[in-house]
């Protein structure tokens, strides 16, 4: 796996930087990555947003910078993506400026510790040439190996070229049909059972959604109502039946953790009786304890799959070979969809 990684860790080489180096965006990711920097004792200069954007804005102690007042006061410096995006028009400008500046995007985990590093696919690197192995088709391991680059780089040049459309997935590796059983395990506001009505032309069979955070199923009943093969659960999907404490957090980051409010969680293979014909999963770290508690239903239904693999540095090989121990005759395809940094990185297997 090694001789297809072509980068250096991109928190080392910001180490030996020697032009000042800017945080482009300001919240919750900037926090993250300035707790990095931090640890490496990498200095950042100033923070800056998008002129339209910038109204007087503090961040850290400093005033969060115009876009323009940065290249006027610093001319040539280094630029780190510190915020998510997927619609087209940030992503053209975010490309545009990564021409004229040095210019990454951090990885950071969502769930778990560590960074990932070179060193991290060495330590790994039977994991990651068994999981590599199982990819079906070209363009599986092509994004696979652009991938692992782009998460040690922080180089958009590897991320950019690698997106591919969902639909593209709906239609010709999971063939979603209007007979379909689905398990939508972290199915937040609705969103991907929209997704499922679209591609099945209509609707399907029936959808069982789970969603563990209050604020979300209340969206997700809400939005769903409509259809009436939509049965929703307030309920976290994990290895076992038990109670977990539960973090709350904006949008759908909100997650399993060791602190929070109590929530009830549950195996599939005892929540769901029917066959399950498509188990989607995108649950923020939880992928492999989820799978765990479907064991038996993959096993015996051999249903399609739907899992993310950006929530763990290790989801990028532990998910297939997790399916791989539970049935051998999977075949895995993964994909990249528009998103920058790289999320929706969605292993797909029939």
């Known amino acids: 796996m090694l001789e297809n990684i072509y980068e250096e860790t991109v928190w080392q080489k910001l180490k030996s930087e020697s032009r000042p180096i800017l945080l482009y965006g300001m919240g919750n990711g900037a926090d993250m990555i300035i707790e990095r920097l931090n640890q490496f004792g990498i200095e950042y200069k100033d923070v800056y947003a998008s002129d339209e954007f910038v109204r007087g804005h503090h961040f850290h102690g400093k005033k969060v910078l115009k876009y323009s007042e940065a290249v006027e006061i610093y001319g040539d410096f280094v630029s780190l993506m510190t915020f998510a995006v997927k619609d ?45 192995s199982l990819l079906a088709d070209d363009k599986s391991r092509e994004t696979y190996i652009n991938l692992l680059n782009f998460k040690i780089s922080g180089k958009l040049e590897y991320l950019i070229p690698s997106f591919s459309e969902k639909n593209e997935v709906y239609e010709n590796i999971l063939k979603i049909s209007e007979d379909e059983v689905i398990a939508d395990l972290g199915a937040y506001n609705g969103d991907t059972v929209e997704e499922f009505v679209f591609a099945s032309g209509g609707g399907v069979k029936k959808i069982f959604a789970l ?140």
């Open 88 to 132: 087209d028009a940030t992503i053209n400008r975010v490309y545009e400026m990564s021409r004229k500046h040095p210019f990454y995007s951090l990885t950071v985990p969502v769930a778990g510790d560590g960074l990932f590093t070179r060193e991290f696919v060495k330590e790994n690197e039977d994991r990651f040439d068994k999981a590599f």
């Open 211 to 350: 969603e563990p955070d209050k604020k979300n199923f209340t969206k997700l009943v809400r939005n769903t109502e409509k259809y009436d093969f939509v049965e929703s659960f307030n309920v976290a999907a994990y290895k076992e039946d038990t109670v977990l404490k539960f973090k709350k957090s904006a949008g759908r980051q909100s997650k399993i953790s060791d602190e929070g409010e109590e929530i009830q969680a549950v195996k599939i293979d005892t929540l769901i009786k029917e066959k399950i014909s498509l188990l989607k999963m995108d649950i923020e770290g939880s992928e492999i304890d989820a799978i765990k508690g479907a064991e038996n239903t993959i096993r015996m239904h051999k249903p399609k799959l739907y899992i993310c693999a950006y929530h763990r540095n290790e989801d990028m090989f532990s998910i297939p070979i997790a399916i791989n121990e539970i049935r051998d005759d999977y075949k895995f395809y993964f994909r990249q969809h528009r998103y920058i940094p790289a999320w929706e990185s969605n292993f797909y297997a029939i």
